[in-house]
């Protein structure tokens, strides 16, 4: 009876379980058995919680069979391993963390327990989210579920693929720099990053608290769409989360893109781009004009410094962030004699190469005589490149672009290259920079059949009408979703 569910979207299932066609028991077994059958070797997950799941599930079962059950009642969800989940053991895919099971729910764990999900397990990731690729992980890496000798993106590359596979209807992820994007373009679903402050950042283990956002993975814009509605809002545990009102974000869908305007920035369209990404991009553009829109040249200038930028002031506070896991309170503790031995001995043993490297790049820009030259100027180029957008949606409503200038690239191909690894990010960081929305849907497949993402940019809380444009792409049916060959 199970066998497939684990196929169907969360608006399918919501369907089916509200007509009670299906239970939440099945559907959250089929993932499970999904799970079983691909894991380890695909590693999108670090914890499995089969118990918990199938408990949660029987509950919303109950509350399914009472009517008027929420939207993501009985929906079985992954859950990066970023984010305090009570009870379960919460890494970080780091060694420092490796016991750490938390006493508490972060906000947004808070808020889907409330609606009655279902939690299938934690997910792999770059390391306190510092990556690329996943391989960051001290759990490895995760490959791609449409080639295994490719990365599934970082550093929410466990979420991502676990929705690609079908392990799970829709997951969640963290968004600092491009890591829900990035691979959700590399593993062929949607996912978005929203407005910086609309969704509660309480409980998320923190890199840089400025660039920090928690988003949803799912197979449709429909599904992230549903998600996000029950992610956002305010919490007066999170100090920078916006009161603004959460709309009801599935009514932007169906509405098309006729008489919008879509601007296409020239900075993102770089020389050495994969060509089969650009045509696809392209391609998605050409649609968009027959279905209605118009497209605008629009330029963001400073787009050439983001880099930069972004790797001073995310590197300076993931170094005041990570100074906490010392040996003392909580996490890995090194043999030692005195303080500072044990400091050194738990820091050095407990996080790997990638980490420390950015915790010794932030801490030598925010230190003394180099704090002006380095942290406080990338704090001023992160104000021109947040104008720039101003400036460029003065003449569009959405923005379109790649995502990453490439397809997945291969497995160890990057990762003694730092500096490589980091151009990954080009075309996602400057999102984060400026605070705004975006998010990633399918727009082609290259020659060796890895999935193309289209970038959609829109206005700070703007997601309502980013949705209404992925929408349109979506329902158009150019693209024809492949089912990874797992």
Known sequence: ???????????????????????????????LDRIA????????????????????????????AAGGAPALCGIPLAIKDIFATRGVRTTCASRILADFVPAYDATVIARLRSEGAVFLGKTNMDEFAMGSSTENSAFGPTPNPYNRERVAGGSSGGSAAAVAAAECLG?????????????????????????????????????????DQVGPFAKCVTDAAIMLRVLAGIDPRDATCTARPVPDYEQALG??????????????????????????????LDHYR??????????????????????????????????????????????????????????????????????????????AG????????????????????????????????PTAPTTAFRIG????????????????????????????LPCGYDG??????????????????MLQVADALERSGRVERREPAI
């Open 370 to 401: 180099y704090y002006d030259a380095y942290y406080l100027k990338a704090q001023k180029v992160r104000t021109l490149i947040r104008a720039d957008f101003e400036r460029a949606f003065a003449q569009c409503d959405v923005i379109v672009a």
């Open 1 to 31: 009876m199970s066998e497939g569910l684990n196929r169907l979207t969360i608006a399918e299932a919501r369907r089916l379980l509200s007509a009670r066609e299906i239970s939440a028991h099945e559907l959250t077994r089929a993932c």
């Open 290 to 367: 027959s279905l209605g829109a118009e497209t605008v040249a629009v330029s963001l200038p400073h787009t050439g410094y983001a880099i930069a930028c972004y790797y001073l002031i995310a590197t300076a506070e993931a170094s005041a962030n990570l100074a906490r896991y010392d040996g003392v309170r909580y996490g890995l503790r090194g043999a030692a004699g005195d303080l500072l031995a044990l400091y050194c001995r738990s820091r050095a043993a407990g996080f790997g190469a990638e980490v420390k490297r950015r915790i010794m790049l932030g801490t030598f820009a925010l230190s």
């Open 255 to 284: 509405a098309g893109v006729k008489g919008l305007r879509i601007g296409v920035p020239h900075e993102f369209f770089v020389e050495g781009m994969q060509p089969e990404v650009e045509a696809a991009v392209r391609g998605a």
């Open 171 to 211: 997951a969640l992820g963290t968004d600092t720099g491009g890591s829900i994007r990035e691979p959700a373009a590399f593993c062929g679903v949607v996912g978005l990053k929203p407005t910086y402050s609309r969704v509660s950042r309480y409980g998320v283990i923190a890199y840089a608290s400025s660039l």
């Open 413 to 440: 191909e990057k990762i003694a290259d730092p500096l490589q690894m980091y151009l990954s990010d080009i075309f996602t960081i400057s999102v984060n920079l400026a605070g705004l929305p975006a998010m990633v």
């Open 448 to 465: 060796d059949g890895l999935p193309i993402g289209l970038q959609l940019i829109a206005p700070a809380f703007g997601e309502q009408r």
């Open 37 to 64: 059958a691909l894991e380890p070797s695909l590693n999108a997950f670090v914890t499995v919680c089969e118990r918990e799941a199938l408990e949660q599930a029987d509950a919303a079962d109950r509350r399914l």
